[in-house]
């Protein structure tokens, strides 16, 4: 039997922790890779918001935004943060179809465990436009960690094309790279980020 986690209760109870410790981060690499692939004034969906960071950046960029998260006192934060609301909403629940030119899953789907992944990975392309991109990030490496009530599910880059084509959708893997922290949160220190980038057909 697995050890118990509860992410959403979490995020719940830090909420005003986590906003503080991820408010800020050097994510240029990754913001640069991913806007270069859609047009400026694109519409993105922030797949997992939590402080609201990276949909403060695109929006102060021009692009529009769509935020949600599961955590209800994140989302409460975030929207204050970003001066937009920000919906209360689990990956699942995610049902548009050919809204968006880019969705970003920054750090947030990995608390979804192996099995769960691939039927979210679909929900995430089903709502893509024709040529949408879709950015998401996991803690290198195999397997899964629970740590602080939180699970993790870690990835590698072979493991992570194995389940796309396993899916056998319009999709494809078209950028991979690893990157260090983007914050200097506790804990942090030693972990190499996997990076991907999924483009519709």
């Given at each position: 039997m697995k050890e118990e986690y509860d992410n959403l209760e979490y995020y719940n109870k830090n909420a005003k922790l986590y906003f503080e410790q991820t408010k800020v981060g050097n994510l240029k690499e990754n913001y640069d890779k991913f806007l270069s692939r859609i047009e400026k004034g694109a519409y993105i969906l922030d797949f997992g918001c939590g402080s609201g960071r990276d949909s403060k950046?695109?929006?102060e960029?021009?692009?529009k935004v769509k935020a949600i998260d599961g955590s209800i006192q994140m989302c409460k934060i975030a929207s204050d943060y970003?001066?937009?609301?920000v919906e209360c909403m689990l990956f699942e629940d995610l049902k548009d179809k050919d809204v968006y030119d880019g969705i970003w899953a920054c750090s947030s789907i990995l608390h979804l465990e192996k099995e769960e992944l691939p039927n979210i990975i679909v929900k995430m392309i089903n709502a893509l436009k024709p040529n949408g991109i879709i950015y998401t990030s996991f803690k290198n490496g195999s397997g899964y960690e629970i740590k602080d009530g939180k699970y993790y599910n870690y990835m590698t880059k072979e493991e992570f094309e194995k389940m796309l084509k396993k899916l056998n959708?319009?999709?494809e893997l078209i950028d991979y790279f690893e990157t260090l922290?983007?914050?200097k949160r506790p804990g942090t220190k030693g972990t190499v980020w996997g990076n991907?980038?999924?483009r519709k057909s």
């Open positions: 950046f695109f929006i960029n021009g692009y970003i001066n937009q609301n959708i319009n999709a922290p983007s914050t991907y980038i999924i």
